[in-house]
Structure formats: C-alpha cells, structure tokens
C-alpha cells in the first residue's frame, strides 16, 4: 500500500509539472502571437507615415532663389490656354505670361506673373518673334508704374475687341480670333519694361 501512495504522490507531482510546463508554453505562444501583430501594425504605420510625408514633400523644382518661380506641367495644354516664360539677359528677373480664350474668342483671360523685377512701367504683347525689333504693342498688358521690386502676379484680367490697339495699322490686328492665329503660330511676344530698360527688361514668345 506504501508503496501505491509513493506511487500516486510522484504521479501526482509530474502532472503539476506538466501543467506548468503547458502554462509556461501556453504563455510563450501568447506573447509570440502578441510581438507578431504589434510589429504588423507598426509595420503599417510606418508605411502609412511614409506615404504621407511623400505626397507632402515640396516640389524642389518651383523654388529658385526664394523667387517667385513657375513649374511647368508635363500635360498637354488645354485647347485654347497659351503661356510664355519671360527672362532676361541682362538680368535676373524672370515671369510668365498665360492666355485662356473662350470658345468663341469673344475674350480672353490673362495672367501675367513676375519675380525679381524692379519698377516695372509697362508690359505689352507684340506681333513679333523675339530678338526682332517689336513695333506697336497689340495689347496693353500693364501701364503704370510698379514702384520698388514685383514679386508675384503683376497683372490680370479679361480683354475683348476693344482693348486690341488697331493704331498700328496692322488688318490682321482687328480682333482675338487674328490674334489667337498669330499667336498659335509662335508670331508673338510679351514685353516687360521697367526704368532701367525702356525698351524690356524680360521677354519671351507665347505658345
């Protein structure tokens, strides 16, 4: 009889050894299972912080010089819109010029944007290629004077017919839909004078 309860108390002390084995296991798994979907998440988060940094990151291509600057789109252009970049060789400065005519060419929508310019007088569009000696201006872009350095949207608005300059004595200068020819064409350009070059400190074709 001693001998089966020696047998049954070493049974008995194996059993609480193998349920703490299985405890132990048990508890190792857990902790696995645990490690295993915290770094999933994490893993997740990262790349969603990542993502998210990329779409935010600037384009290094508009900034020049904290200048004003303008990026250019890869897209085609949409029908009717036309835009020129304007620089300089004598300076720094640099702009750009966009057109946008209706359907009708009943008007046209202008932008005209600079950077780095100082005391700005006037800027025109003219019937020419440049390096060409320009002639009369088909359109008054700006008049006035812009005292001190321009930086950002010199001038814009809506022009129709009757702000074409017919004083040249050019017939191919009537209305927008010549003028939209000429300038589908590469024949025109954009001027921007200041003080110290009457004659255009910046320039460039319109296409």
């Not at 645990?34 to 779409?55: N, R, T, V």
């Not at 209706?102 to 310019?117: E, G, M, P, R």
């Amino acid at each position: 009889m001693i001998k089966n309860i020696i047998q049954a108390i070493k049974k008995k002390k194996n059993r609480k050894i193998y349920y703490c084995l299985d405890g132990k296991i048990l508890f190792i798994v857990i902790k696995l299972l645990i490690m295993k979907y915290l770094l999933f998440f994490l893993g997740g988060l990262l790349i969603y912080s990542c993502s998210k940094f990329e779409s935010a990151k600037i384009d290094e291509s508009t900034i020049s010089n904290d200048q004003v600057v303008f990026s250019s789109s890869s897209t085609k252009p949409q029908k009717g819109y036309f835009r020129g970049h304007l620089s300089g060789e004598e300076t720094n400065a640099t702009g750009q010029i966009n057109f946008r005519f209706d359907a009708d060419n009943n008007s046209v929508y202008y932008k005209l944007i600079v950077a780095n310019i100082d005391n700005v007088t006037a800027a025109h569009l003219h019937h020419s290629h440049m390096g060409e000696v320009p002639g009369h201006p088909v359109l008054t872009l700006f008049s006035g004077l812009a005292e001190g350095t321009t930086n950002g949207t010199l001038a814009e608005g809506i022009l129709t017919d009757d702000d074409i300059n017919c004083s040249c004595g050019n017939p191919d200068h009537q209305n927008l839909a010549q003028l939209r020819k000429h300038i589908e064409a590469g024949e025109t350009t954009v001027l921007v004078h200041t003080e110290n070059f009457p004659e255009g400190e910046i320039g460039g074709e319109i296409n």
